[in-house]
């Protein structure tokens, strides 16, 4: 063969290579870093509540706001508790709540247990000295007070299954009352 034949080969082949593996050619990339720095997460608590010494009958008895001596079905009893609010977040929110059920439990050695016994619960809040912010605790309340207005509600029972004859004459004990400030998503 002649040179120049096999040189225009050569050169086809090279070309075919380079054209097959173009995948494979380099080129140039750079790196550069920076420092991520730190983040600080902020806090919510609330302190151990310091309440009312007695209950008093709701506004819709006829003994409204007097101290409570013996319940019946159908009355409704409130105190008041205040929590020290711990809030800090810059989107924060929180609402606070209570649990609806309650569990009373009867004095320890009552001969006659009352297994109808029932009870439902209910809060309304206010933070002093400022006001909550559409029914939520938020940063700007950190360091005041959440008053939670706690109702108790013994409906009026039925012969058989709650507030029966059974709830008469016994002495019983409300489990601890617990309110909670629940996050609000920010994003909702």
């Known amino acids: 063969m002649k040179k120049s034949t096999k040189g225009a080969l050569a050169a086809s082949a090279a070309g075919i290579l380079l054209l097959g593996g173009a995948g494979s050619l380099a080129y140039w990339t750079a790196d550069g870093t920076a420092d991520g720095g730190s983040v600080s997460s902020g806090e919510l608590k609330l302190s151990d509540g310091t309440c009312d010494a007695t209950w008093v009958y709701g506004p819709d008895n006829a003994q409204a706001g007097q101290p409570v001596a013996l319940i019946v079905p159908g009355d409704t009893i409130t105190k008041d ?57 938020t940063s700007l309340h950190d360091g005041d007070t959440l008053t939670a207005a706690i109702t ?32 609000d998503d920010p994003n909702a």
């Open 81 to 137: 508790c205040d929590f020290e609010i711990t809030a800090k977040g810059d989107n924060l929110a929180a609402t606070p709540t209570l649990p609806a059920t309650i569990t009373l439990n009867q004095t320890a050695g009552d001969e006659n247990p009352a297994p109808t016994l029932s009870a439902t619960a209910a809060a309304s809040y206010s933070v002093t000295p400022d006001a909550l912010v559409g029914g939520k605790v």
């Open 152 to 183: 108790v509600t013994f409906p009026y029972g039925n012969a058989t299954t709650s507030n029966a004859n059974d709830t008469q004459n016994l002495v019983a004990q409300l489990d601890t009352l617990t309110v909670s400030l629940v996050q």
